[in-house]
């Protein structure tokens, strides 16, 4: 009987541990697709200029309105099959909306070069989140509430910083944004590993944010710090 008990158990992880694989895969594969539309919205930015008089009071409405937005959608979306090319929508938008700082960063001789180490540097970062989160083995998911009460503080000083204009709180605000979202990485994708997030649309959607701020957080501290001027 208990011999019984115990094979119907490991059946049971080892379902579970399939599925969580799974997910992580599909999650991984996704969020490599949802960097396309970023690049392509971002160069549709870029070319066009559209976003380039999205500043201040109206071009932080825009960008509310519109992520908020499509994240609800997503979250309607997540369990059907439109919820795929919705985050990929949102994707693009978010590509639009960081194309006014690549604009601005691409005035800058050494502009290029700036975009490569921020994409490189968040690439190292989520590679070291990544491993970190295989090995750990302690239960990471008190660290939720903090990082949700850091990211609220975040996006608190941002709004105040687009009224006050300040570099000193540009630069202190994308410090702080480095920080908690390279954390965040950590704990979602350990939640992933552990079965606390089960859909691969919304653990694509919170790994797509983490990035998407580290890398532009990075981003505007190098224009900041190392943009060159002929």
């Given amino acids: 009987m208990n011999h019984q008990v115990n094979t119907l158990d490991s059946a049971s992880y080892g379902i579970a541990q399939q599925q969580r694989h799974r997910v992580l895969r599909n999650t991984y594969w996704l969020l490599a697709l949802s960097l396309l539309p970023t690049v392509l919205g971002a160069w549709v930015g870029v070319a066009t200029g559209i976003t380039a008089g999205l500043t201040g009071f109206v071009g932080l409405l825009v960008f509310m309105g519109g992520a908020f937005g499509f994240m609800f959608a997503i979250e309607k979306t997540k369990h059907s099959a439109a919820g795929v090319p919705v985050l990929l929508g949102f994707t693009f938008f978010m590509g639009l909306m960081l194309s006014r700082m690549i604009a601005m960063v691409l005035g800058f001789s050494n502009g290029s070069q ?113 943009g060159e001027r002929d």
């Fill in 114 to 226: 700036l975009i490569m180490t921020a994409f490189a540097g968040t690439a190292g970062v989520f590679f070291v989140m990544a491993s970190l989160a295989t090995v750990i083995k302690r239960d990471i998911s008190g660290m939720g509430k903090w990082l949700f009460v850091g990211a609220l503080v975040l996006m608190v000083g941002a709004v105040i910083n687009v009224f006050v204009g300040s570099t000193a709180g540009m630069m202190a605000i994308s410090m702080l944004a480095i920080g908690i979202f390279s954390a965040y990485m950590l704990y979602d994708i350990k939640q992933i590993i552990d079965g606390g997030e089960t859909n691969y649309i919304s653990a694509t959607l919170a790994l797509y944010l983490d990035i998407f701020n580290v890398f532009q957080s990075l981003l505007a501290l190098l224009g900041i710090m190392g």
